[in-house]
């Protein structure tokens, strides 16, 4: 089992920037794929990034590439997601997951563990 807990939403104007964290445990930290997804109210759950165990790779959707960097610190077990240049549509609750497949998974399925959510709203 793992169990994640997502922290760092909030309230922030367009043009801002946040940092999500995402702290896990209950197995080795370093053997889970880590992913963001997203879902607004009314649409399906969205991916948004994705990190190996390792860390040393990343793949990210088209909507926040150039905009939101996912990294991990495999000490602290935590993985993060920094978002700069929000926009309005970034609004929704974001999702923390983790995955015991190999490579960087972006679809839901492939993600066995998730998080509670946590909002971010964005303002215009």
């Known amino acids: 089992q793992v169990q994640l807990v997502e922290s760092g939403g909030g309230l922030v104007q367009a043009g801002g920037s946040l940092r999500l964290s995402c702290a896990a445990s209950g197995r080795t930290f370093s053997s889970l794929a880590m992913g963001w997804f997203r879902q607004a109210p009314g649409k399906e759950r969205e991916f948004v990034a994705t990190i190996r165990g390792s860390g040393t790779s990343t793949y990210y959707a088209n909507s926040v590439k150039d905009r939101f960097t996912i990294s991990r610190d495999n000490a602290k077990n935590t993985v993060y997601l920094q978002m700069n240049s929000l926009k309005p549509e970034d609004t929704a609750v974001y999702y923390c997951?983790?995955?015991?497949?190999?490579?960087?998974?972006?679809?839901?399925?492939?993600?066995?563990?998730w998080g509670q959510g946590t909002q971010v709203t964005v303002s215009s």
């Open positions: 997951a983790a995955s015991l497949n190999v490579g960087l998974p972006t679809t839901p399925q492939r993600y066995g563990y």
